[in-house]
């Protein structure tokens, strides 16, 4: 069965704090990971792809396969982070994406 | 940079009538795709089309439901008989073969 799994809903941090947002999945095969982002009214857009392995806005993720994880990490959270996150996986390119729950990340001063 | 544009974006209708949500993807997209969100809930697949035809299909996307893109460019989800558990956000996106997914700002439909 295909699933993504983000255990918090919410995640608050102080601004400068180190976040991270988890994502585990479950996947018979090699899934393409993202992290797709939705600011305040605006729509789902990407954040990171795994294969690109390059950092957008200070975010990182690393595909774990052993732990089955894509954890989203930024070393120092600012006020404009603050967002919902979803993590999703595809069995390739051109097939559906599954999403997680999404994690709301609030970012305080 | 071009987007994905949904129409409307809010949509109220009554329960039992036939609503026809719209999508106009980016142009050289070839893979189209039809997202749900229910209030609090995760987003969902419902649907994707490809070369004209649907390629894969969720178990949410039943008889009440069909997509087509007439012209080439317009993509359209139709709910034929509208229930109450089908008020939700719904999504478009698309995709070259081998880039992300692309979505739009979504549509909000509202059964009463």
């Known amino acids: 069965a295909q699933r993504v799994t983000q255990p918090e809903k919410l995640l608050s941090v102080f601004k400068g704090a180190p976040v991270e947002l988890k994502c585990n999945y479950s996947?018979?095969?090699?899934?393409?990971l993202f992290w797709y982002v939705q600011y305040s009214r605006q729509r789902l857009q990407l954040l990171l792809r795994?294969?690109s392995r390059e950092s957008i806005k200070g975010f990182t993720a690393d595909l774990n396969k052993g732990e089955t994880s894509f954890h989203l990490k930024k070393p120092f959270a600012q006020e404009e982070d603050s967002a919902m996150y979803y993590c999703?996986?595809?069995?390739?390119?051109?097939?559906?994406?599954?999403f997680g729950a999404g994690t709301i990340l609030r970012v305080k001063s | 940079e071009p987007e994905v544009t949904q129409t409307p974006s809010h949509q109220v209708t009554q329960m039992g009538q036939e609503v026809i949500l719209r999508c106009v993807p980016i142009?050289?997209?070839?893979?189209f795709y039809w997202y749900r969100q229910i209030l609090g809930q995760k987003v969902e697949f419902l649907v994707s089309?490809?070369?004209?035809?649907?390629?894969?299909k969720s178990e949410i996307f039943d008889d009440q439901f069909s997509v087509e893109r007439p012209d080439g460019s317009n993509f359209t989800l139709k709910i034929r008989s509208t229930k109450l558990e089908d008020s939700a956000m719904y999504f478009c996106?698309?995709?070259?073969?081998?880039?992300?997914?692309?979505f739009g700002d979504g549509t909000r439909l509202s059964i009463l």
């Open positions: 999703a996986l595809s069995g390739h390119y051109g097939n559906k994406l599954v």
């Open positions: 996947y018979s095969g090699s899934p393409e």
């Open positions: 795994h294969i």
């Open positions: 142009s050289n997209h070839l893979y």
């Open positions: 089309f490809y070369n004209n035809e649907i390629s894969e």
């Open positions: 996106a698309g995709t070259l073969s081998n880039q992300p997914q692309h």
